[in-house]
């Protein structure tokens, strides 16, 4: 990484420092007043909102966590996005330790909080920020400390997020492939935006050090290895792997070979920028009678092979807020009026493919409003959902291999879910 960090600091809600630690000398305690002022100044400013200030020489990183703020100043040119995602790190740190990050979690731990900046810097650059492998050698409780602290081996090893010794009496993998679609869909039901987040969520509870070797219906591997695609390969945008996964070899010839940290962790995240059809498509029509009444009829289709079968389907549908009375009747489900979300919740627990389902609602409008008054602002129809063994972009394990010098036998369990992202319907 281009460029160190000068300090690490950590403040007050009003900007006073709580806990600082000075890596390379060259900056002083009095640089966090300076940030300070300078983000009270950028906090006046809308259209400035990023997590970098520069004043006189100094670049300041900075995130909020509840009432602190984590901030990193340097006097070089640094690489600001790797040091925003080490503050997160450190967050995360903090909270495996403390539970809760805060003003009185910090103030309770001093002695622990300088170990651990200690730990994950040295000199300016991020060291270890794996949780797991610092609770091993530095210890909130003083009856856990040991006469003879020794550093696990995966502080002086290049597998820093795994250590040795683990064992199971039943080794497995369980890989959960979860795509979240995010669609946007204006007033003349045209889609603005629409895209698939995906995550290659892995749990391992593997012995010893195993090695993990996993296969994609990737189109550039499978072109690269002469197989005929068929229009069941896929292309993947904006790939990011878990830092135990071996970018060289995945450059060279595709493969994603690691050595897998212990426990629960995300292998790998995607994104998938094609046009996506609605897999929920919701149409709705609002009739007011004589200003007092309101009344609407609602269409859900799904849009997905009748194979597939959504679950816990929950849309909801804005409406005023001076609503009452709801008088409201389903083809299925259930629905509920929920007057602190000015929203009617049609909750739909399964949904196969190519069906369509009604909702007809009436309201009572007891508010009386003038002819000129301005329209109150529309919320848009909000829908939630989960299709398991189910995803939009295509994507397949073709293999999951396990290999460990002890050669046990593992088993590898993989789910495919698809569930709504950020779904908007802006239609009424």
């Known amino acids: 990484m281009a460029g160190a960090a000068s300090a690490l600091f950590l403040l007050d809600i009003k900007g006073r420092v709580l806990i ?6 060259d900056v002083s305690a009095a640089q966090a007043e300076r940030f300070f002022t300078k983000f009270i100044e950028k906090e006046s400013d809308q259209q400035s909102q990023d997590p970098v200030v520069y004043d006189n020489g100094v670049s300041y990183m900075f995130i909020q966590h509840n009432n602190i703020y984590l901030m990193i100043a340097s006097r070089q040119n640094c690489n600001a996005a790797s040091l925003v995602l080490f503050l997160h790190r450190v967050v995360d740190v903090f909270k495996h330790y403390f539970e809760v990050l ?12 300088y170990e651990l900046l200690d730990e994950i810097m040295d000199f300016g650059f991020p060291q270890f920020t794996e949780a797991k492998i610092l609770s091993e050698f530095i210890k909130t409780d003083a009856y856990r400390m040991e006469a003879t602290q020794r550093p696990p081996m995966a502080v002086t090893n290049a597998v820093s997020w795994r250590s040795e010794g683990i064992r199971y009496k039943k080794n497995e993998v369980f890989l959960d492939v979860v ?4 669609i946007l ?7 603005i935006r629409s895209d698939v987040v995906g995550a290659l969520k892995m749990r391992t509870y593997l012995s010893g050090m195993p090695e993990c070797k996993l296969g994609l219906n990737d189109r550039v591997l499978l072109e690269a290895q002469g197989r005929t695609t068929k229009g069941k390969a896929i292309d993947l945008d904006d790939i990011k792997f878990h830092q135990c996964v071996r970018l060289a070899r995945f450059e060279n010839d595709r493969t994603i070979s690691f050595i897998p940290p212990d426990g629960a962790f995300d292998l790998m995240t995607y994104r998938l920028s094609t046009q996506v059809k609605p897999l929920i498509w919701v149409e709705a ?9 309101i009344e609407f009829t609602v269409k859900a289709r799904s849009q997905y092979k009748e194979r597939s ?7 909801d549908l804005p409406v005023p807020a001076d609503a009452t009375n709801p008088n409201v009747r389903t083809s299925m489900g259930s629905a509920a009026y929920a007057p602190e979300r000015d929203a009617l919740v049609w909750k739909i627990k399964s949904f196969p493919g190519n069906k369509e389902y009604m909702l007809r609602a009436e309201f009572s409008l007891p508010s009386i409003v003038a002819e000129d008054a301005v329209p109150e602002r529309k919320a848009p129809i909000r829908v939630k959902f989960e299709i398991p063994y189910f995803t939009v972009s295509g994507i397949q394990v073709r293999y999951l291999k396990i290999i460990e010098k002890s050669g046990y036998q593992s088993l590898p369990w993989v789910r495919y879910i698809t569930m709504a992202g950020e779904y908007e319907l802006r239609l009424i």
């Not at 600082?20 to 000398?25: A, E, F, L, T, V």
């Not at 795509?179 to 995010?182: D, I, L, R």
């Not at 029509?285 to 009444?293: A, D, I, L, P």
């Open 285 to 293: 029509q609002v009739e007011k009678h004589s200003r007092s009444r």
């Open 20 to 25: 600082w630690r000075d890596y390379r000398g």
């Open 102 to 113: 805060e003003e009185e979690s910090l103030r309770d731990n001093f002695v622990v909080v």
């Open 309 to 315: 079968t959504a679950t816990n389907v929950e849309i």
């Open 185 to 191: 869909v204006n007033s003349n039901g045209q889609i």
């Open 179 to 182: 795509e979240s679609v995010n």
